[in-house]
């Protein structure tokens, strides 16, 4: 086998240590830190993929930040979402 | 010849030109940016939805726990095993297609083909056990969980959820002729990889949005 051929092995093999870890930390004692990690390990599962799998990691800049971009409108999208949703009612008398 | 990353895969000698490119990078970058800026309005679809999951969570934590632990875990987490394994062999049916290996690329993809159906046969079991659950809209008997706002996560589970595999049911489609035209030499390789790289990123695309779905809706039990 080729070592690009085994990168890509070795890449699944991290993404399904990463599903062990996120179905392992659902029953940890995280509490309320829970679905934080989670998403943060769905991060990590989601940039191992667009790296090697989606071949992100061949391209030139521009065509990378093109890969990206719907990440930035994605986090304005949240943020301004979550930014309703938790002050209901703070600034009420 | 670029100023990419080195990689082996980024001397793209085996591009068959076309117009209006006049060199093969050129015509690559074009390529994988076109279907980037498509993945981008996909993840925009898909991102909107989960948007509004959070917003469900952080106005009603409770009854989202609530109706979370009754999503079927294991089904989804043995799906996520799943539809990751068939983008290695997606990976693996790209990367022969890029050393001119038709046979192998046709036989890797016919197996991530396997695994995208399998996922798919365990999403109806799981749906099925939905509904003897009473958790789906409209129809069956309505189980108690389905009132208030867990009712809202659950029926943004099935819309998700029915919404991705939509999505992988056309990359099973884009994948059968993908091997099809690989197989049939009606696609010539090396020269005209780029139709296995595209159906590729398309079908990782599809596993992306799982990565997220599955933690957002089967996880979010806290």
């Known amino acids: 086998m080729s070592r690009q051929a085994m990168t890509l092995v070795g890449v699944w093999v991290g993404l399904m240590v990463l599903l062990t870890l996120t179905v392992a930390a659902t029953f940890g004692p995280f509490g309320g830190w829970t679905p934080a990690i989670n998403m943060v390990i769905a991060f990590c599962k989601a940039a191992l993929i667009y790296w090697f799998f989606m071949h992100v990691r061949e391209q030139g800049w521009l065509a990378r930040l093109v890969a990206v971009a719907a990440i930035a409108w994605l986090l304005l999208l949240l943020a301004l979402t979550q930014a309703d949703v938790l002050t209901r009612g703070a600034f009420s008398h | 010849m670029t100023d990419a990353a080195p990689s082996a895969a980024n001397r793209p000698d085996y591009v068959s030109l076309r117009e209006p490119y006049a060199a093969p ?33 952080s106005l009603h934590p409770e009854a989202v726990a609530v109706a979370a632990r009754h999503m079927q875990l294991w089904i989804g987490a043995a799906n996520t095993a799943i539809i990751l394994t068939s983008s290695l062999f997606v990976a693996l049916g790209v990367h022969s297609a890029r050393q001119g290996a038709r046979r192998a690329t046709g036989g890797f993809f016919l197996l991530a083909l396997a695994l995208g159906a399998a996922f798919l046969v365990l999403k109806g079991i799981e749906y099925g056990l939905d509904y003897r659950d009473g958790l789906m809209p409209v129809i069956g008997q309505p189980s108690p969980v389905r009132n208030g706002p867990a009712g809202l996560f659950i029926d943004l589970y099935f819309v998700a959820t029915g919404l991705h595999a939509l999505h992988l049911t056309i990359g099973l489609i884009v994948l059968a002729v993908t091997a099809t035209l690989v197989l049939t030499r009606a696609k010539r390789l090396p020269e005209q990889a780029v139709v ?10 599809v596993d992306v949005v799982w990565v997220f779905a599955f933690p957002i809706f089967y996880l979010a039990r806290g």
């Open chain 2, 196 to 205: 296995v790289e595209m159906a590729g990123l398309y079908w990782h695309f």
């Open chain 2, 25 to 57: 990078t050129q015509q690559r970058d074009a390529d994988f940016m076109g279907m980037y800026i498509f993945l981008g309005t996909e993840a925009m679809l898909f991102g909107a939805l989960f948007c509004l999951v959070f917003a469900y969570r």
